[in-house]
C-alpha cells in the first residue's frame, strides 16, 4: 500500500518512502495533501510533568509512553492551564480559555461558548471519524455536549469528576449506560473498536482519561505494585507529602501506561502506525505534593509545577524520532498544529491565539518568533517567556536555571520585571474571563437535534432543607429531602418545543411509604408518585485507596416520571415532593429527559 502525502512546509522538501503496508510521505514546498493520518490525542487528569520514568522519576516505570518520546519528539517546556477545564477549552479550540466563558471547574463555569470552532469540528468537515472517550468536562447538555461540538461519538462523563472507577454510571451519546470493567481500560476498550472500525478511513480519537484524579481507584495488580514500596523519588519541598496518595497516582499511571501500550499494539496490529499521529498530555500539574522535577507548585497553581506537562507526539517515519525543542509552546497550539499535519482547509469561526509548531517539529528554516504563555488560575496570574516567569506577585525567575522559583531576580532586572509586567497587564485586559456573577447563561433543555438531555444534581439549586451530598458539586446528589416544601430547581433555557420522557435516578429510604413528585416549569405539570424504596448504601471506600474529598456515590434506580410539554424559552424547573408518607422524600441524582417529538 503506498500514499502520498503532501502539505505546506516552509523552506522543507522531504521523501520518505517505504513498502509492507507502511506510508510513502511527500512533505513539499507547495503540494496538497492526498492522504490524511489519524489523530489520536491522549489526554491524562491531574498526571504531573515527574509521573513518567523518562522524566527521572524512579519510583515507577512507564514505558510505552515513554516510547512515544523515544519514536517522537518532546516538547521540554509545553503548558497547560493549572485546571482541568480551562486546558481542555485551550487544546479543543486553539484560543485562551478567558476569551472561551469558562471560569470554573462546575455549576456552568465549566462550559465552552457556544460558537467556538474545535479541532473535531475542523477534522470532522475534513472527512475524519471523530470519537472521544473519557472525561469531557466542558459541559454537559447539548449544544455544550460533545456529540455537539464535532464528536460522533461519546462515552465518559461530561463532568468534572467521577466518584466510582469501577462500572460506574456513564453515557453513550446522552444514553445513561453503565460502564464495564475500571474505567480507564473500558475507555481503551472503546478506542480500541473504534479505531479498528475505521482502520481504512481517517479518524479522530480523543482520550480524556479520568485517572490520576481522584477518587485514588486503582485495580489491585497496580496497587500491589506500589502499596509497600518505599519512595526513591518525594516531594522536596516544605508542604507534607501523603504517600499512600502519590502510591496511588502512579499505581494509576502504571496503569495508564498499560493502555498506551494497548493503543500501540493496535496500530501495529493494523498495519496504521506510521498513518497515525499520536499525542500524549495530561491537563495539569500533580493532585497532590509528590516529586516533580523540583518545580513549585501543584494542581491549581499557575507556577511551573502546576502547569508544565509532558508532551510527546509522535509520527512514525515523518516526525524525528528522538528530537527535543526547547522552545516554550502551550495547549492553544494543539489545534493549529494538527490542522497544519492533517493540512485541514477548514476555517475556525474566530481567530486563533496558538501557533502552528510544525516549524519546529520539522526544523524547517523559518524564523521562529519569541513568544508569552499565560497561565491563570482564580486571581493568580504568571506570564512566561523562553527565559522567565513573572509570576503572580510580579517576582521574577530564571527559569532555565531555577525551576523552583527561589531566586527572586526582579530588583537586579527591574526593566525586564517592568516590561513582563505590562504584557501580563494587556493580556488581561484583552482576555479577562467572566465571572460567576457575570454569567447569565442557563443550562439548556430539549436542543431539537439531540434526543436526550441530563439535569444532574450538580447543575440544581437545593431549597429548604435540602442539602448536597459534598461541597463539590460534580458528581453530587441532593439528600435531606424532610419536608414538603422543599425542592429543587435548575435554570434552563427550552432550546424548542416538545414533548419529553422524563426519568428520575433515586433512592429511597425503606422506611418511607411513598413520595408524591411534582416537575414544573410553570407552564406545563408533571404529576407521578414513587412507591418503591431502593436504600442502597454509599460506594466508593471499598475501592479507595486513600480518604477521599468527592462525594461518595450509590446505585440510583431509574424512575419513568412520565411525559411532559416543554415550550420554547428560559423557565425555572422545579422538582417538589407535596407528599411525603415517612421522614423523608428520596435522594436525587439527575433528571433525563428523552425528546419523543
Known amino acids: 500500500m503506498y500514499r502520498i502525502l503532501r502539505?505546506?512546509?516552509?523552506?522543507?522538501?522531504?521523501?520518505?518512502?517505504?513498502?509492507?503496508?507502511?506510508?510513502?510521505?511527500?512533505?513539499?514546498?507547495?503540494?496538497?495533501?492526498?492522504?490524511?493520518?489519524?489523530?489520536?490525542?491522549?489526554?491524562?487528569?491531574?498526571?504531573?510533568?515527574?509521573?513518567?520514568?523518562?522524566?527521572?522519576?524512579?519510583?515507577?516505570?512507564?514505558?510505552?509512553?515513554?516510547?512515544?518520546?523515544?519514536?517522537?519528539?518532546?516538547?521540554?517546556?509545553?503548558?497547560?492551564?493549572?485546571?482541568?477545564?480551562?486546558?481542555?477549552?485551550?487544546?479543543?479550540?486553539?484560543?485562551?480559555?478567558?476569551?472561551?466563558?469558562?471560569?470554573?471547574?462546575?455549576?456552568?463555569?465549566?462550559?465552552?461558548?457556544?460558537?467556538?470552532?474545535?479541532?473535531?469540528?475542523?477534522?470532522?468537515?475534513?472527512?475524519?471519524?471523530?470519537?472521544?472517550?473519557?472525561?469531557?468536562?466542558?459541559?454537559?447538555?447539548?449544544?455544550?455536549?460533545?456529540?455537539?461540538?464535532?464528536?460522533?461519538?461519546?462515552?465518559?462523563?461530561?463532568?468534572?469528576?467521577?466518584?466510582?472507577?469501577?462500572?460506574?454510571?456513564?453515557?453513550?451519546?446522552?444514553?445513561?449506560?453503565?460502564?464495564?470493567?475500571?474505567?480507564?481500560?473500558?475507555?481503551?476498550?472503546?478506542?480500541?473498536?473504534?479505531?479498528?472500525?475505521?482502520?481504512?478511513?481517517?479518524?479522530?480519537?480523543?482520550?480524556?482519561?479520568?485517572?490520576?484524579?481522584?477518587?485514588?481507584?486503582?485495580?489491585?495488580?497496580?496497587?500491589?505494585?506500589?502499596?509497600?514500596?518505599?519512595?526513591?523519588?518525594?516531594?522536596?519541598?516544605?508542604?507534607?507529602?501523603?504517600?499512600?496518595?502519590?502510591?496511588?497516582?502512579?499505581a494509576m499511571v502504571v496503569n495508564i501506561d498499560d493502555n498506551v501500550g494497548r493503543i500501540q499494539s493496535k496500530l501495529k496490529e493494523l498495519h496504521l502506525e506510521e498513518n497515525t499521529i499520536i499525542i500524549f498530555m495530561s491537563d495539569n500539574g500533580p493532585n497532590n505534593w509528590r516529586w516533580n522535577g523540583g518545580m513549585r507548585g501543584r494542581k491549581g497553581s499557575p507556577d511551573e509545577g502546576g502547569v508544565r506537562t509532558p508532551f510527546f507526539i509522535q509520527w512514525k517515519n515523518t516526525l524525528p524520532a528522538g528530537e527535543t525543542i526547547q522552545e516554550i509552546a502551550s495547549a492553544i497550539d494543539i489545534l493549529p498544529t494538527i490542522k497544519a499535519l492533517t493540512n485541514s482547509k477548514s476555517k475556525t469561526n474566530r481567530s486563533l491565539d496558538g501557533k502552528n509548531l510544525t516549524p519546529l517539529l520539522f526544523k524547517t528554516q523559518e524564523q521562529w518568533k519569541s513568544r508569552f504563555v499565560y497561565n491563570r488560575w482564580g486571581e493568580k496570574t504568571t506570564v512566561r517567556s523562553q527565559k522567565y516567569r513573572l509570576d503572580q506577585k510580579n517576582r521574577l525567575y530564571d527559569m532555565e536555571n531555577d525551576r523552583a522559583q527561589q531566586r527572586n531576580l526582579s530588583g537586579q532586572l527591574r526593566e525586564l520585571r517592568d516590561s513582563l509586567l505590562t504584557v501580563k497587564t494587556k493580556w488581561l485586559n484583552e482576555t479577562l474571563p467572566i465571572s460567576r456573577n457575570q454569567d447569565n447563561r442557563p443550562f439548556t433543555l430539549g436542543h431539537p437535534d439531540f434526543k436526550y438531555t441530563q439535569l444532574p444534581a450538580r447543575d440544581g439549586i437545593p431549597h429548604g432543607n435540602i442539602k448536597r451530598s459534598n461541597h463539590f458539586p460534580n458528581d453530587t446528589f441532593f439528600t435531606n429531602w424532610i419536608s414538603e416544601n422543599d425542592s429543587i430547581t435548575w435554570d434552563v433555557e427550552i432550546l424548542a418545543d416538545g414533548k419529553f420522557e422524563v426519568d428520575l435516578y433515586y433512592t429511597l429510604a425503606s422506611t418511607t411509604k411513598g413520595v408524591a413528585v411534582e416537575l414544573t416549569n410553570g407552564e406545563s405539570t408533571l404529576m407521578t408518585r414513587i412507591t418503591e424504596t431502593h436504600d442502597p448504601p454509599l460506594t466508593g471506600m471499598k475501592n479507595d485507596r486513600v480518604l477521599r474529598g468527592e462525594s461518595y456515590v450509590k446505585d440510583f434506580k431509574r424512575k419513568q416520571l412520565g411525559e411532559l410539554l416543554l415550550k420554547k424559552g428560559r423557565r425555572i424547573l422545579t422538582l417538589k415532593a407535596p407528599l411525603i408518607s415517612g421522614a423523608s422524600a428520596m435522594d436525587v441524582r439527575l433528571l433525563n429527559f428523552k425528546r419523543i417529538k
Not at 144 to 169: E, V
Not at 226 to 235: G, T
Open 7 to 250: 502539505f505546506t512546509l516552509p523552506s522543507l522538501v522531504l521523501l520518505l518512502s517505504s513498502c509492507n503496508n507502511r506510508t510513502s510521505t511527500l512533505i513539499s514546498k507547495t503540494g496538497e495533501l492526498s492522504s490524511k493520518p489519524n489523530v489520536i490525542l491522549i489526554m491524562t487528569d491531574d498526571q504531573g510533568w515527574g509521573d513518567l520514568s523518562s522524566n527521572g522519576n524512579t519510583n515507577l516505570n512507564t514505558p510505552n509512553i515513554d516510547a512515544l518520546a523515544k519514536n517522537g519528539v518532546s516538547f521540554e517546556n509545553f503548558y497547560v492551564q493549572p485546571v482541568c477545564s480551562p486546558t481542555r477549552a485551550e487544546l479543543l479550540t486553539g484560543r485562551h480559555y478567558t476569551r472561551l466563558g469558562v471560569y470554573a471547574t462546575s455549576a456552568g463555569g465549566e462550559r465552552l461558548n457556544l460558537g467556538e470552532t474545535t479541532i473535531a469540528d475542523i477534522l470532522k468537515k475534513e472527512g475524519y471519524h471523530t470519537a472521544a472517550y473519557g472525561k469531557w468536562h466542558n459541559g454537559m447538555q447539548p449544544p455544550y455536549h460533545p456529540n455537539a461540538r464535532g464528536f460522533d461519538d461519546f462515552y465518559g462523563f461530561a463532568s468534572g469528576h467521577w466518584g466510582n472507577y469501577f462500572s460506574p454510571m456513564l453515557e453513550h451519546n446522552g444514553k445513561i449506560v453503565k460502564g464495564d470493567g475500571f474505567l480507564t481500560d473500558d475507555l481503551t476498550n472503546k478506542g480500541l473498536s473504534f479505531i479498528t472500525k475505521h482502520a481504512n478511513e481517517p479518524f479522530f480519537l480523543f482520550l480524556p482519561f479520568n485517572t490520576p484524579h481522584s477518587p485514588m481507584q486503582v485495580p489491585d495488580k497496580y496497587w500491589n505494585r506500589f502499596k509497600d514500596r518505599s519512595l526513591k523519588r518525594i516531594y522536596q519541598g516544605t508542604e507534607i507529602e501523603e504517600v499512600d496518595f502519590t502510591k496511588a497516582a502512579l
